[in-house]
């Protein structure tokens, strides 16, 4: 039975640079949810939220059998982190047919990636979040505190529900234990990591964008230049 093809809809849970993406690929390949229009929906759920009316009733109608990949937008100042803190429940309870798929891996990798993501961790540092008053983030330990209390909360609110998986994409143990939560006959998945950090990439001397691709190679003719 393809378990994960039988829900109304999917939220994936969790802050961004958690493997969202990867996970969104996942699904998107395997699946047949409306990803595309999913991606649009964050900021509606969020405004049905705060004007007290139904939270999905809008954005179902708009997008039937949606697939949302980043429920948590928190990098810029209009953007707002309840539908994952203070809406949570509601919007468990208004989805009770929904698939809840946790992002969550190392802490110390996490913070990594936001550090080295352009100027993801300021701009974090800059907003007045739950958890994270302005002036708060700028150290690591910081963010890392505040990451590990996210993700306590999320899986709090979904302890022991059927209809919540948790993923750690550093894991490919956790990665094919999603694949058997969906499906448990299902052919072993071929995982590629996706929205890789430009400096992870330029490590493995491999990624899918050009532009890096053409710094990653001006790299190496700078380095055989040298003259030891």
Same mark, same amino acid.
């Given at each position: 039975?393809?378990?994960c093809?039988? #829900?109304?809809?999917v939220?994936?849970? =969790?802050?961004?640079k ?24 964050? &900021?509606? $759920? ?20 949606? #697939? ?7 990098? %810029? ?9 203070? +809406? ?28 080295? %993501? ?9 907003? +007045? ?6 002036? $708060? ?14 993700? &306590?909360? $999320? ?8 209809? #919540? ?17 969906? +499906?448990?006959?299902?052919? &072993?998945y ?8 430009r ?5 493995? =001397? ?9 710094? #990653? ?10 003259? %030891?």
């Amino acid at each position: 039975m393809r378990r994960c093809a039988g #829900y109304d809809e999917v939220f994936q849970l =969790g802050l961004g640079k958690s493997g969202t993406t990867t996970v969104k690929k996942y699904f998107s390949d395997t699946y047949d949810y409306n990803v595309t229009c999913g991606d649009k929906l964050t &900021a509606l $759920i969020q405004a049905e939220a705060n004007a007290r009316r139904p939270l999905l009733d809008a954005a179902r109608a708009l997008c039937p059998h949606f #697939y949302i990949s980043e429920l948590l937008r928190v990098y %810029w100042p209009a953007e707002s982190i309840a539908l994952q803190l203070t +809406d949570l429940h509601a919007l468990r309870v208004g989805a009770p047919k929904a698939l809840f798929v946790h992002c969550a891996r190392n802490v110390t990798k996490w913070a990594s990636s936001v550090a080295n %993501w352009y100027s993801l961790q300021a701009r974090l540092a800059q907003r +007045d979040l739950p958890g994270l008053p302005r002036g $708060i983030g700028q150290r690591r330990e910081e963010l890392e505190q505040w990451y590990e209390g996210v993700n &306590a909360h $999320i899986a709090f609110q979904f302890a022991y529900r059927d209809n #919540y998986v948790r993923v750690n994409v550093d894991s490919f143990a956790s990665l094919r234990a999603l694949e058997q939560f969906c +499906d448990r006959h299902s052919q &072993a998945y071929h995982w590629v990591p996706q929205n890789v950090n430009r400096h992870a990439a330029m490590r493995r =001397g491999t990624t899918r964008c050009k532009e890096c691709t053409l710094r #990653y190679r001006r790299a190496i003719k700078r380095t055989k230049a040298v003259t %030891w």
